[in-house]
T-cell receptor
Framework: DGGITQSPKYLFRKEGQNVTLSCEQN?????MYWYRQDPGQGLRLIYY???????QKGDIAEGYSVSREKKESFPLTVTSAQKNPTAFYLC??????????????FGDGTRLSIL | AQSVTQLGSHVSVSEGALVLLRCNYS??????LFWYVQYPNQGLQLLLK??????LVKGINGFEAEFKKSETSFHLTKPSAHMSDAAEYFC????????????FGKGTMLLVSP
């Protein structure tokens, strides 16, 4: 079955530590996205990528970094500069590199907590 | 810039009752509109979308939504609630031209009582 795989499901970070969240898709989608979800806040866009080797900042990119070296992979690094990283992180993908009418397909998320 | 407002962070209904979840958008041109559902500790699943054409859109699990341009609304309804409908629902909007990301509302938690 095609889909999006996020790992790990739960992740713990120590103060001052960088952590990387994995996102892999086998849907052959060009566009990929990272969202942060906090209770009562909905989903907020961190970074997105329309094509390999290119990505753009979303609304809350500070303290995060991404790479897009392969079409199927879009890892997110939460750096020590992100002072409040505890949240549920969702990765998504969509067909094509343009066109807002394409729905996004989501992974099952990674829950990050601070030790 | 576009935005989405979902009225009511929580909505409670009895099993068998009508479900109505409200969504209003703000956009300079009629946007594309989506409803997603999220079960606990899972990702979002698309319920339905409006892009062009018929303004009454039918989705999965018996849900439907109507795009009303004059009211800038895209409310989600279901005639009869099931216990399995208990989840969080998100309305989202994207611009109709060029590349556009999704802007999400803050979500409405649907509680269904027996």
């Amino acid at each position: 079955d095609g889909g999006i795989t996020q790992s790990p499901k739960y992740l713990f970070r120590k103060e001052g530590q960088n952590v990387t969240l994995s996102c892999e898709q086998n849907l052959n989608h060009d566009a990929m996205y990272w969202y942060r979800q906090d209770p009562g806040q909905g989903l907020r866009l961190i970074y997105y990528s329309q094509i390999v080797n290119d990505f753009q900042k979303g609304d809350i990119a500070e303290g995060y970094s991404v790479s897009r070296e392969k079409k199927e992979s879009f890892p997110l690094t939460v750096t020590s500069a992100q002072k409040n990283p505890t949240a549920f992180y969702l990765c998504a993908s969509s067909i094509g590199s343009g066109g807002g009418n394409q729905p996004q397909h989501f992974g099952d998320g990674t829950r990050l907590s601070i030790l | 810039a576009q935005s989405v407002t979902q009225l009511g962070s929580h909505v409670s209904v009895s099993e068998g009752a009508l479900v109505l979840l409200r969504c209003n958008y703000s956009s300079s041109v009629p946007p594309y509109l989506f409803w997603y559902v999220q079960y606990p500790n899972q990702g979002l699943q698309l319920l339905l979308k409006y892009t062009t054409g018929a303004t009454l859109v039918k989705g999965i699990n018996g849900f439907e939504a109507e795009f009303k341009k004059s009211e800038t609304s895209f409310h989600l309804t279901k005639p009869s609630a099931h216990m399995s409908d208990a989840a969080e629902y998100f309305c989202a909007v994207s611009a109709p031209r060029g590349y556009s990301t999704l802007t999400f509302g803050k979500g409405t938690m649907l509680l269904v009582s027996p």
